[in-house]
């Protein structure tokens, strides 16, 4: 998978995307990043990217010839899809990250200033996504976590898809908790379950972590989550336990 930065801050996109799981992806040849310096793409005497917005207003406004011009210097490969950072977008979730995942370019346009000129934003862009709701300085960290978020579910960037299948908000639920060595730490024993060795008892332990975990940090999730019918007893007999306290995260 092709990822293509669209940025007046190259060198930030590349410090973070050429180090770690993603740098060795992209050695081996699973990812391919490429940066494009949207001043390089200015067609004027002194290399500007912005000017004042019309109407007035405070900040600088990136003005639509560089952007354009970067955008269309980019080669486009397979299913190809342009993506704005902006706190305007879709709310970036594992959901759109699994369907973003399916292209073969994502091409990513950052911003900076006060935003970005409205008509290089309908002359190039197919999607606005957002991170979160709060605006940060440019689109680069958000360009940084999408790339991130996405690229882990690339067949052969994570040794496996059981590597990213458990982790939270897979499958709508938060992951269950995790343990290594030493089996006691502080006086803390890892849970004895987990030392069991019986493969299916533990699976079931996990699912009831993984509800219990929900319910407690995030039952917004819950109310979405796709639940089997064990899980709806599961909870339902919690709710009745709650009441004398102790004995759900048994067994
Ligand atoms: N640019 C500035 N803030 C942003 C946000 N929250 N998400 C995506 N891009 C942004």
Same mark, same amino acid.
């Given at each position: 998978?092709?990822?293509?930065?669209?940025?007046?801050?190259?060198?930030?996109?590349?410090?973070?995307?050429?180090?770690?799981?993603?740098?060795?992806?992209?050695?081996?040849?699973?990812?391919?990043?490429?940066?494009?310096?949207?001043?390089?793409?200015?067609?004027?005497?002194?290399?500007?990217?912005? +000017? *004042?917005?019309?109407? /007035? &207003?405070?900040?600088?406004? !990136? #003005?639509?010839?560089?952007? $354009?011009?970067?955008?269309?210097?980019?080669?486009?490969?397979?299913?190809?899809?342009?993506?704005?950072?902006?706190?305007?977008?879709?709310?970036?979730?594992?959901?759109?990250?699994?369907?973003?995942?399916?292209?073969?370019?994502?091409?990513?346009?950052?911003?900076?200033?006060?935003?970005?000129?409205?008509?290089?934003?309908?002359?190039?862009?197919?999607?606005?996504?957002?991170?979160? +709701? *709060?605006?940060?300085? /440019? &689109?680069?960290?958000?360009? !940084? #976590?999408?790339?991130?978020? $996405?690229?882990?579910?690339?067949?052969?960037?994570?040794?496996?898809?059981?590597?990213?299948?458990?982790?939270?908000?897979?499958?709508?639920?938060?992951?269950?908790?995790?343990?290594?060595?030493?089996?006691?730490?502080?006086?803390?024993?890892?849970?004895?379950?987990?030392?069991?060795?019986?493969?299916?008892?533990?699976?079931?332990?996990?699912?009831?972590?993984?509800?219990?975990?929900?319910?407690?940090?995030?039952?917004?999730?819950?109310?979405?989550?796709?639940?089997?019918?064990?899980?709806?007893?599961?909870?339902?007999?919690?709710?009745?336990?709650?009441?004398?306290?102790?004995?759900?995260?048994?067994?």
């Amino acid at each position: 998978m092709r990822f293509d930065v669209l940025t007046l801050f190259p060198d930030m996109m590349r410090a973070v995307l050429e180090e770690s799981i993603l740098g060795r992806a992209a050695e081996k040849g699973i990812l391919e990043f490429s940066y494009t310096n949207i001043r390089d793409y200015a067609q004027n005497k002194h290399k500007k990217v912005d +000017d *004042y917005a019309y109407g /007035g &207003g405070t900040g600088l406004v !990136m #003005a639509p010839q560089p952007i $354009v011009s970067a955008h269309e210097s980019i080669p486009k490969r397979g299913r190809s899809l342009t993506v704005y950072l902006s706190p305007q977008g879709k709310v970036l979730s594992q959901q759109l990250a699994k369907e973003l995942a399916a292209y073969d370019q994502l091409i990513l346009l950052c911003g900076h200033y006060e935003g970005v000129d409205e008509r290089a934003i309908e002359e190039v862009v197919d999607l606005e996504v957002s991170i979160g +709701d *709060y605006v940060l300085t /440019g &689109g680069e960290i958000p360009a !940084m #976590a999408l790339i991130d978020c $996405v690229a882990r579910m690339v067949d052969g960037v994570l040794p496996n898809s059981d590597a990213y299948s458990n982790d939270s908000h897979y499958n709508g639920l938060l992951e269950y908790p995790q343990y290594t060595r030493p089996p006691e730490f502080r006086g803390k024993a890892v849970p004895e379950i987990l030392l069991s060795g019986h493969h299916a008892n533990i699976q079931k332990w996990q699912r009831k972590q993984s509800l219990y975990r929900t319910w407690k940090k995030r039952p917004d999730m819950l109310r979405r989550a796709d639940l089997e019918e064990a899980d709806k007893a599961y909870l339902a007999l919690y709710k009745g336990k709650k009441r004398n306290r102790g004995g759900f995260l048994d067994g």
